[in-house]
């Protein structure tokens, strides 16, 4: 892997955080294949595809602590939602070298399944996360949340990313039908903003319901009973 220089201020998108945790030996050991690769570029898309496709999309894992989006956690679990894959992207991105960052929107999901949005109470999905790298002298989007089955089973196809232009959901599926909707961009952060989504949260979907959310998923261990890939989709 070939050293860049970056501008001074670019180091808190390359360093490790407590949530980052892409120092750790078992972070670490799964980049030593990706640092080979000497193109930047090239080293952003296959890292993309591991994240993308290597955890499956999981809306209903935990989210309550730092832990749940620390690097480590995410691929030993193997399966979880789109702000703890954003999250592993940015570390992934950070231990190889690569000038990472995350950033939030608020989107509207016009395919997602029925007991989503019973468990959601709505199609907004607030603080939809994703994270930008910084190639060839400026910042690209990536959406490593659903991964190439999923993309599938839903009728849309898998996201791509070239490392060269924004990687953002599609508007409308195979079938022209409504598919996500950016409703607002809310930021960039070095760090995942644990707090501030569990506020964001319990403001849109309600403190009980974000609440019983938690208390499930302490009394099964982390586990919700749900399974994602075998819900129907539908339109709303």
């Given at each position: 892997?070939?050293?860049?220089?970056?501008?001074?201020?670019?180091?808190?998108?390359?360093?490790?955080?407590?949530?980052?945790?892409?120092d750790?030996?078992?972070?670490?050991?799964?980049?030593?294949?990706?640092?080979?690769m000497?193109?930047?570029?090239?080293?952003?898309?296959?890292?993309?595809?591991?994240?993308?496709?290597?955890?499956?999309?999981d809306?209903?894992?935990?989210?309550?602590?730092?832990?749940?989006?620390?690097?480590?956690?995410?691929?030993?679990?193997?399966?979880?939602?789109?702000i703890?894959?954003?999250?592993?992207?940015?570390?992934?991105?950070?231990?190889?070298?690569?000038?990472?960052?995350?950033?939030?929107?608020?989107?509207?999901?016009?395919?997602?399944?029925?007991?989503?949005?019973?468990?959601?109470?709505?199609?907004?999905?607030?603080?939809?996360?994703?994270?930008?790298?910084?190639?060839?002298?400026?910042?690209?989007?990536?959406?490593?949340?659903?991964?190439?089955?999923?993309?599938?089973?839903?009728?849309?196809?898998?996201?791509?990313?070239?490392?060269?232009?924004?990687?953002?959901?599609?508007?409308?599926?195979?079938?022209?039908?409504?598919?996500?909707?950016?409703?607002?961009?809310?930021?960039?952060?070095?760090?995942v903003?644990?707090?501030?989504?569990?506020?964001?949260?319990k403001?849109?979907?309600?403190?009980?319901?974000?609440?019983?959310?938690?208390?499930?998923?302490?009394?099964?261990?982390?586990?919700?009973?749900?399974?994602?890939?075998?819900?129907?989709?539908?339109?709303?």
């Amino acid at each position: 892997m070939k050293r860049q220089d970056f501008p001074p201020d670019f180091q808190r998108y390359l360093r490790p955080t407590p949530v980052l945790d892409w120092d750790r030996p078992r972070v670490s050991a799964h980049l030593e294949r990706f640092r080979e690769m000497g193109d930047p570029v090239e080293r952003a898309v296959a890292l993309y595809l591991d994240a993308r496709d290597g955890i499956r999309y999981d809306p209903y894992s935990p989210f309550y602590l730092p832990e749940h989006y620390r690097a480590g956690f995410v691929l030993e679990r193997g399966r979880s939602f789109c702000i703890p894959k954003a999250a592993l992207l940015c570390a992934f991105a950070r231990g190889c070298g690569i000038p990472s960052r995350l950033g939030f929107a608020t989107v509207r999901n016009h395919l997602a399944t029925r007991n989503l949005l019973d468990y959601l109470g709505t199609n907004l999905f607030v603080f939809h996360g994703f994270t930008e790298l910084y190639l060839d002298g400026k910042w690209v989007k990536a959406t490593p949340a659903f991964n190439k089955e999923l993309c599938e089973r839903h009728g849309v196809p898998p996201l791509e990313f070239d490392g060269r232009e924004d990687s953002l959901f599609q508007p409308y599926n195979d079938e022209n039908r409504k598919y996500m909707e950016y409703v607002e961009y809310t930021g960039v952060y070095d760090d995942v903003p644990v707090e501030g989504i569990l506020r964001a949260w319990k403001e849109v979907y309600g403190a009980e319901r974000v609440d019983s959310w938690i208390r499930q998923l302490e009394a099964r261990r982390g586990e919700s009973g749900f399974r994602f890939e075998a819900e129907e989709v539908v339109s709303s």
